[in-house]
């Protein structure tokens, strides 16, 4: 079994040898942030985000990076819209800096931002309050900077339950923006 973790690292080591600016955190959050946005991603619209103009799209390593986040859209498409509540982010593991895990944390959450604005959503244009005030929570989480900061096990827990707040959240703000189908009844 595949865990988030060795997913994470895979996927930064790809991201990395591919020369891309973003790291898994927020590759994984732009998805996110698309898929929401409009129930569909383009797949050009998001390698494009994903790597700098001007990279050779046809070096092995960015084909093997392509094939990383082609795998990573299938799990993420299902885990949005299977009503299972599967979702989960992708961040480095617990054993890794206080301060690295809320980086990354900041960076998912910029990538989930960007990534709706890309897909359209216009925050204004939003009705539920609870989706507003997730977006704006996500808007300050992307701006938060902890430099290394080691973390008191206050910190740790405090961590632990922004991450899955922002998870529910996420498949919360999946459903409000586009709401499962009911199954097919038959008439």
Avoid at 70 to 91: F, H, I, K, R, V
């Amino acid at each position: 079994m595949t865990t988030t973790t060795d997913s994470y690292q895979r996927l930064e080591a790809s991201l990395a040898r591919a020369r891309s600016e973003l790291d898994a955190a927020e590759a994984q959050g732009l998805f996110c942030g698309l898929l929401c946005a409009s129930g569909r991603v383009n797949e050009t619209q998001w390698l494009s985000e994903i790597f700098e103009e001007g990279v050779d799209t046809d070096s092995a390593a960015v084909e093997a990076c392509r094939k990383e986040l082609n795998s990573l859209a299938e799990s993420l498409s299902t885990a949005l819209y299977s009503g299972d509540m599967e979702l989960e982010l992708m961040l480095p593991d617990d054993e890794a800096p206080l301060g690295d895990r809320t980086e990354a944390l900041g960076s998912w959450c910029h990538g989930f931002l960007f990534g709706l604005g890309l897909g359209g959503v216009r925050q204004d244009e939003i009705r539920s309050p609870e989706v507003r005030e997730l977006l704006q929570d996500m808007g300050e989480i992307a701006r938060l900077n902890l430099d290394g900061e080691e973390g008191s096990e206050e910190d740790e827990a405090a961590l632990t339950e922004i991450v899955e707040y922002l998870r529910v959240g996420v498949l919360y703000i999946a459903e409000m923006l586009q709401p499962l189908q009911a199954p097919p009844r038959l008439q």
